[in-house]
């Protein structure tokens, strides 16, 4: 009865489960939302510490520091610890500044026109001249200036509000091209049990010509007035890999993407990630400039990453981020908000979510909330009745059932006929040494005539038999072997 119960029990369970309406959706396609969070301004700057051996008059050591800036652009975090991938040519100078402040040190203090540029000059003085060009690196022992250079990168995340400082950040692995990818790490690890938000790498660069994605990055530092660009573009034909690098063209000829996209690349969105329009997933990046914008592949990207020893990851807020942005995207606005709180939770500047909680908190109710029409529709009838039906009817079966096994268990036997006594015969003649102590339970005495007794006793004093049912008695009994009556001595 009981596993009957329990069976049919879990089977109506089954059934109302699979009577409830899906929750789950798809991730929406065609976003931005699901990267933009991840994207960082980063801006890097030529130190340089220079001191000038002056052994024209009375010697002096004149010092000098001087900070070049010499790129600007976007990165993209892939991993929570803060590690980016970013460009070349935004994390190496590829000028000679050592050469720059040699020109700007020797024309400040001897007061002399040199150009503040990269090139080495010559003077008309000799004298001069010759100490300018001991100035010039590489370093020799006869030098007339000790230059230190260093290169310091500072990454603004997207939050609010904005971070005046940064963080700095170092790279450790560049391609040899500037338009090849480099790998950018925090200097100082980043703060917070589970790190920022991470952009999703794509397994590879779409083939069809014409595909559509979306370019998001920033035009300066980010902040109440900068907010994050997004662009929208389509993929040419041939290229991808390498030097060459995707084209971009779009396919109405409405647009000279490659223009576009070269303008936005000089004012800042270089290195910008290329969001495929099928899931959200990083493709590739910006490159290029003036008046062509192309992309490097997501092949370049995870290349640089494998021999940096870098492996993507995505962290806890990511997790909540995505499923919170499904439910929005699927207007379920509802049950997204408790998700963007979640996030601004584990992240309290994260900037895209804390715009999609506000607008989720607008609709909540409303009659875009899909959330809200299913439950008003639920109780209208939406959820069909046969499985209720079908339930129902499995725990009556199994309730009848049951009750028939208890009936068959609690129905009485029939009795069973009692023993009838042995016909009459010679009695059995036991053994005078069997165990004394063994005794046979009768279910019922015999009554043996007065007159079989006196047969039975009066033949042989020396033989006993038993006064209750006759059987012949052995010399050391004291109980009857047959019935269990004792033996009167």
């Not at 369970?13 to 929750?23: F, G």
């Not at 019935?483 to 001595?489: L, R, S, V």
């Amino acid at each position: 009865m009981a596993r009957l119960t329990a069976l049919a029990g879990g089977i109506a369970v089954a059934l109302a489960l699979t009577a409830l309406p899906v929750a789950a959706h798809e991730h929406p396609s065609g976003i931005t939302d699901l990267v933009s969070p991840a994207v960082l301004r980063v801006e890097a700057v030529s130190h340089v510490e220079i001191t000038l051996l002056d052994h024209i008059g009375e010697l002096k050591h004149v010092e000098r520091s001087y900070d070049i800036p010499f790129a600007s652009g976007t990165a993209t975090v892939i991993n929570p610890d803060g590690t980016s991938v970013a460009l070349r040519r935004l994390a190496v100078n590829p000028n000679d500044v050592a050469v720059h402040a040699a020109n700007k040190i020797f024309a400040e203090h001897h007061k002399v026109k040199i150009p503040a540029d990269y090139e080495k000059h010559k003077l008309s003085d000799d004298q001069l001249n010759r100490h300018l060009q001991a100035c010039y690196p590489p370093k020799r022992d006869t030098a007339t200036c000790i230059i230190n250079v260093t290169t310091e990168i500072t990454a603004f995340p997207n939050v609010s509000p904005a971070s005046a400082q940064g963080f700095k950040v170092k790279c450790i692995k560049a391609g040899p091209d500037p338009d090849s990818p480099a790998v950018l790490v925090p200097i100082t690890p980043v703060a917070g049990g589970v790190g920022m938000p991470t952009a999703p790498l794509a397994d590879k660069v779409p083939d069809q010509v014409g595909s559509p994605t979306n370019i998001a990055g920033f035009l300066g530092r980010p902040g109440p007035n900068v907010q994050h660009t997004v662009e929208i573009a389509h993929l040419g034909k041939g290229g991808g890999a390498g030097e060459t690098g995707r084209p971009f063209a779009d396919p109405e000829q409405k647009v000279d993407e490659p223009v576009k996209l070269g303008g936005l690349a000089d004012k800042g969105l270089v290195g910008s990630p290329v969001i495929g329009d099928k899931n959200g997933h990083v493709v590739g990046l910006l490159v290029g400039g003036g008046k062509e914008g192309k992309m490097i592949g997501v092949r370049e990207i995870t290349g640089i990453l494998s021999q940096a020893k870098v492996v993507p990851r995505r962290g806890a807020i990511d997790t909540a981020f995505e499923a919170a942005l499904t439910r929005y995207h699927t207007k379920y606005y509802t049950d997204a908000a408790p998700g963007f709180q979640r996030v601004l939770e584990l992240y309290p500047g994260n900037v895209v979510a804390a715009e999609l909680l506000k607008t989720s908190l607008a609709k909540r109710g409303g009659p875009e909330d899909q959330g809200t029409k299913r439950a008003a529709a639920e109780p209208s009838g939406s959820t069909p009745l046969w499985p209720f039906i079908v339930a129902a009817a499995i725990l009556f079966l199994g309730a009848g059932g049951g009750a028939y096994l208890l009936w068959r268990r609690r129905t009485p036997d029939k009795s069973t006929e009692l023993p009838q006594p042995l016909a009459a015969g010679p009695p059995l003649d036991l053994d005078d040494g069997a165990n004394q102590t063994v005794v046979v339970r009768r279910s019922q005495s015999f009554q043996v005539a007065p007159q079989q007794q006196q047969v039975m006793t009066a033949s042989d004093p020396s033989i006993k038999y038993c006064t209750s049912c006759g059987m012949r008695l052995g010399q050391a009994h004291r109980f009857c072997g047959y019935c269990g009556h004792p033996i009167e001595t």
